[in-house]
């Protein structure tokens, strides 16, 4: 891609340095300084930001068409990417606390990125290749993509719709709480209290790891999943489950059929309302 403006090899410190710079390659500077200044690259429009390093807050806000690659971002570049749309953010470091708030339109791609409260109230984002530790990731945001995530954190992917996750290994507690039409193909989710509240998940040859998963679920659906150190799973959710293996126990599942090879215990009692699920030992 061509662009009318080369800014390369320069120091940049100072608040909105390039603002609303346009059909510019940003190539190999430093926004770093005694000034300390905040939005260095606000407003811009159609840029390439390639091989830069920051240590500045707020560097792109309100940005459109753009493209961040080969770049670093330190613990003080914080909340670097926000009200921003049409964008690719591939191979990048990142430890800016709050990226991507209410953006839209974003690939990111072979990232290693460590951000609490990562990827907020946004939409049509993907994720492929990538390594990502936050607190709460993606919260209140829809029509995601990932594939090839290494996730960690804890609170992930609540209040979200329209979510879909392939071959990703997720380490994580309260995944999906509250979230609607979520697919999870070839993964492993590993953590505690997964998926309470949730509408319409569906788990696909996924391994799942945990205690007490899979509770208040409404059309809640596996096929073909493993579970692994499972107790107290399925309590009040209307399911349809194939599950190979075994499951530690299962508890006052409310409706529809859970198929699994053995289960330790399979617990009715203390219901606080009608639990019609059956279980079927194949």
Known sequence: ?????????????????????????????????????????????????DHCQFSLRYPLWHAQ?????????DTLTRAPIWYSHHGVIDDCHIEGIKILRECSDIEVKHCHIDSPEFGWQCQNITLQESEIHSEYMMLHSDHVDIDHLTFSGKYSFQYMHDLHISNSVLDTKDAFWHSEDITVEDSVLKGEYLAWFSKGLTLIRCKIIGTQP???????????????????????????????????????????????????????EDAIMPVEGKVVIR
């Open 1 to 49: 891609m061509q662009y009318l403006r080369t800014i390369e090899k320069q120091t940049f410190d100072e608040e909105r340095a390039l603002y609303h710079i346009m059909d510019t390659h940003v190539k190999d500077c430093v926004f770093a300084g005694e000034a300390d200044g905040e939005s260095v690259l606000k407003e811009t429009r159609h840029i390439l930001v």
């Open 214 to 268: 899979f509770c208040y679920c409404e059309d809640l659906t596996l096929i073909d999943c493993e579970m692994v150190d499972t107790d107290l799973a399925f309590e009040y959710s209307s399911v349809n489950a194939t599950i190979r293996g075994h499951v530690d126990s299962i508890k006052n599942p409310k409706s529809g059929t859970i198929e699994v090879d053995s289960v330790g215990e399979l617990i009715y």
């Open 65 to 73: 068409t753009f493209e961040l690659r080969h770049s670093s971002l």
